[in-house]
């Protein structure tokens, strides 16, 4: 349902420019983080240290791997993809190549 929705979303903002003649930016993020972060398994782990757990809780076997992007770099990077845009309908995927596991994150 989530990547179906996404898909039908994009779509949908792929037929209004093409009807209208408007210009759009559709940007897919892999996980931002920054200083106003408040969710995710980092968040979740800083939680439980602040709460003087002895144990960190993790769900999973902690190998999952995930990207992140600095917030700041988001924000540059989005600006620059507008800036340079020339189609009607621009989609950019922003992220980074590198991944990081959970079990990473606790270390």
């Known amino acids: 349902m989530y990547g179906a929705s996404k898909a039908a979303g994009e779509g949908l903002?792929?037929?209004?420019?093409?009807?209208?003649?408007?210009?759009?930016?559709?940007?897919?993020?892999?996980?931002?983080?920054?200083?106003?972060?408040?969710?995710?398994?980092?968040?979740?782990?800083?939680?439980?240290?602040?709460?003087?757990?002895r144990h960190i809780r993790v769900l999973g076997n902690g190998r999952q791997r995930k990207s992140y992007l600095y917030l700041h770099d988001c924000i540059d990077a989005m600006l620059m993809a507008i800036e340079r845009a020339t189609g009607s309908v621009n989609i950019y995927n922003l992220g980074t190549d590198t991944y990081c596991e959970v079990n990473e994150s606790i270390a």
């Open 13 to 53: 903002i792929a037929a209004y420019c093409s009807g209208f003649g408007f210009q759009s930016y559709i940007f897919r993020f892999v996980s931002i983080l920054g200083e106003r972060y408040t969710h995710g398994h980092i968040f979740d782990f800083y939680k439980q240290l602040k709460g003087r757990l």
